[in-house]
T-cell receptor, first 110, second 117 residues
């Protein structure tokens, strides 16, 4: 079945550091890929998405590229801020079947 | 406009009791999803509605769990004879249905935190 595996956390970085959170997927067909973010005390929010191979999703300085050859959708940000502290979830969707990774908690220290 | 809303935000109940959790999707969204999120885990799919019917209920863990959406809008997740292991945050999401494609952006509600004592 479809599944997502993402880098285990927690991840702790200093402000302005470079961030990578790895995500790989297993799927039949051609899924859409997502990163969702959950800020402390808030609900899940869509951060970015990519619907086909080689698409790059981007938002708030975060980027992820849909790599079909490596079945990956790694999240990157060049310079993190304290306000980026949250839990990040990689997810895939195919035929309305959405599967999430376990989440990676990011803490950014000033 | 209004997002997905869920009530109650918190529910504490005793083992063996019956609970109902409500979800109000975004107006016009035909697809509605229920997930369960245990501590430290990602959301786990429970059931998906397209209109009034359950298109996929393969994620419901057992027959104590049931969900309805009688008018194609509001949905209720019902849990009978609750167990301590049912304690989790129950998330609801809704989306437009885009025929012929795999893409559906789901909009999530804030969740209901269920605690079974």
């Amino acid at each position: 079945g479809n599944s997502v595996t993402q880098m285990e956390g927690p991840v702790t970085l200093s402000e302005e550091a470079f961030l990578t959170i790895n995500c790989t997927y297993t799927a039949t067909g051609y899924p859409s890929l997502f990163w969702y973010v959950q800020y402390p005390g808030e609900g899940l929010q869509l951060l970015l998405k990519a619907t086909k191979a080689d698409d790059k999703g981007s938002n708030k300085g975060f980027e992820a590229t849909y790599r079909k050859e490596t079945t990956s959708f790694h999240l990157e940000k060049g310079s993190v801020q304290v306000s980026d502290s949250a839990v990040y979830f990689c997810a895939l969707s195919y035929n309305n079947d959405m599967r999430f990774g376990a989440g990676t908690r990011l803490t950014v220290k000033p | 406009g209004a997002g997905v809303s869920q009530t109650p935000s918190n529910k504490v109940t005793e083992k063996g009791k019956y609970v109902e959790l409500r979800c109000d999707p975004i107006s016009g969204h035909t697809a509605l999803y229920w997930y369960r999120q245990s501590l430290g885990q990602g959301p786990e799919f429970l059931i998906y509605f397209q209109g009034t019917g359950a298109a996929d209920d393969s994620g419901l863990p057992n027959d104590r769990f049931f969900a309805v959406r009688p008018e194609g809008s509001v949905s209720t997740l019902k849990i009978q004879r609750t167990e301590r292991g049912d304690s989790a945050v129950y998330l609801c999401a809704s989306s437009l249905f885009l025929a012929g494609g795999p893409y559906n952006e789901q909009f999530f509600g804030p969740g209901t935190r269920l605690t079974v004592l």
